[in-house]
């Protein structure tokens, strides 16, 4: 279609932007100053890093680099650059208190939005499209789940509340466990998409043979099958890497899983609650991931065989940016954005699904795919290596989807995440394949 016209633009930038504040705020204002500067796993930074971050990256590339502004607290930039300081240093690190880091976010906020009223949208490729604001927005809805993450690890009372998520929808007993996409070549990545991540472009052409895959993530009840049949006893299972880490650290089921009177219950949120059979599996490594595919006979789907069942449309033969379509998520279609604070149980969503009937790819759980964070034929680092080049080729694995803890600014079926193949703290589940003959 056409492109926005500039007021609409800025509306939009102006609505995520808002949006994302929330949700920053929600999770930053229901927990004590004494528990924003704790840290509560050396996974994770301390509450109050992530605010300062969110506001120091939004000065750097909002304030300065769109508006030209000169820097307003050249001295935090060390702080708050995550590249200088890992996770587990930045307790140690002088950071500012609280109720600072909420007036230093506030106050670059407030100039952004004066800056959104005036500065072009054309012209430089930053800001084509908005492009930088939307940028923004994502990276703080990033943190956003970040913070969520490390409100799951902490311990202590419930904060957070959520309606729950809706039920399967009845036909879900009724759908085939997997269905076969037809080998051939799919259009991958995205040159259209004017928010779209460095990371996720340029567009091209992928040839990928057939395959089956899941029409649902696996389940705790699936996983639990695995658990049962001495899964986590069985090296054969496992990559030796994984086998090592199931050894290291006595791993027998996803992280927060706990034995309590003959049956599985977790922690979720400071609550502790039945392990539901319905439910897809979640807090597993991509190992877990990779040794429930073996143990099923199967594999874990390769990122292109994941991108071409989320949006290759087999009757007009183009890429969508959805797996419904092009339309933007709706709470009918998926499972974004925290509106609750678990994954929907495996066949909710009939309407988020693709033409071949594949459920729940966009929400709910992060996906672990079998491929390495690489860069597309083509790419262009955009606007900072940090964000994407970096990593690449660093023993990275790539998930897809985006879980429940997902905004909808930050999602689409181009959208890339990776971590490293070990990580289990974070919102990820998964779904298997198989090669077709
Ligand atoms: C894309 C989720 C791996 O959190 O490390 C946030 C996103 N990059 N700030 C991360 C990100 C810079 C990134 N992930
Ligand atoms: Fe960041």
Redesign the pocket.
Known sequence: GPAPDGDLLRERAAHVLLRARERTRALTECVDDRELVAQHSPLMSPLVWDLAHIGNQEEIWLLRAVGGHDALRPELDPLYD?FEHPRAERPALPLLPPDQARRYAGDVRARVLDLLGTAPLHGRPLVEGGFAFGMIAQ?EQ??DE?MLITHQLRSGPTVLFAPEPPPAAPDTAALPREVRVEGGAFTMGTSQEPWALDNERPAHRRFVPSFWIDTLPVSNGDYLRFIEDGGYREPRWWHPAGWEQVRAHGLRAPLFWRREGGSWVRRRFGTVEPVRAAEPVMHVSFYEAQAYAAWAGRRLPTEAEWEKAARHDPATGRSTRYPWGDEDPTPERANLGQRHLRPADSGAYPAGGSPLGVRQLIGDVWEWTASDFLPYPGFCSFPYRE?SEVFFGDGHKVLRGGSFAVDPVACRATFR???LPVRRQIFSGFRTARDAE
């Open positions: 995550a990276h990033q943190h970040t964000y995440n990776w971590d």
